[in-house]
């Protein structure tokens, strides 16, 4: 949850947290996995993991 004091920063950063979670529900969902898309648990892990994941595989350049 956010308060009026938080800063900008600590707001932009949330909204980027709720956005991955809520489109990696998406591409659950629209893969026909919707017995994931429900896992609030595995979603909310692969939101929360996927900046490390982009790093470690940007780092060793297998994005493509």
Do not use: C, T
């Not at 898309?37 to 929360?48: F, G, N, T």
């Not at 490390?52 to 060793?60: A, D, N, S, T």
């Amino acid at each position: 949850m956010l308060l009026p004091v938080d800063s900008d920063a600590i707001k932009q950063r949330r909204y980027n947290e709720v956005v991955r979670h809520e489109v990696i529900h998406a591409f659950f969902h629209e893969s026909g996995l919707d017995r994931y898309s429900a896992d609030e648990e595995l979603v909310d892990w692969l939101a929360m993991q996927f900046p490390k994941l982009y790093r470690l595989f940007k780092e060793h350049e297998v994005l493509e």
